[in-house]
Nanobody
Framework: QVQLLESGGGLVQAGGSLRLSCAASGRGGSNYAMGWFRQAPGKAREFVAGINTNGGGERYAGTVRGRFTITRDNAKNSVYLQMNDLKPEDTAVYYC????????????WGQGTQVTVSS
């Protein structure tokens, strides 16, 4: 069982930056691929970015590629999402997730952190 705790959300103006963090605790936290998803009001949850166990295999949604960067620090059992050039359409609750690989369904989810981008 893995527990995930996100932090770093908040309110930012368009064009600004935020860095989300996700700390994994429990058994084998560094042995999982990690991902970020988001859900805007009235919309389905969508994949944002993912990274495999060894830090490779990064994947991004087309809407964030070039603006967001996912990294991980296995020594700290943590994954990060650096978000630059934020847009109002990036407003959503952002969730951290863990699973066997970035191209497979994720098994564990955090509670989410709100990101609001004002125009």
């Amino acid at each position: 069982q893995v527990q995930l705790l996100e932090s770093g959300g908040g309110l930012v103006q368009a064009g600004g930056s935020l860095r989300l963090s996700c700390a994994a605790s429990g058994r084998g936290g560094s042995n999982y691929a990690m991902g970020w998803f988001r859900q805007a009001p009235g919309k389905a949850r969508e994949f944002v970015a993912g990274i495999n166990t060894n830090g490779g295999g990064e994947r991004y949604a087309g809407t964030v590629r070039g603006r967001f960067t996912i990294t991980r620090d296995n020594a700290k059992n943590s994954v990060y999402l650096q978000m630059n050039d934020l847009k109002p359409e990036d407003t959503a609750v952002y969730y951290c997730a863990a699973g066997p690989r970035v191209d497979l369904p994720f098994d564990y989810w955090g509670q989410g952190t709100q990101v609001t981008v004002s125009s």
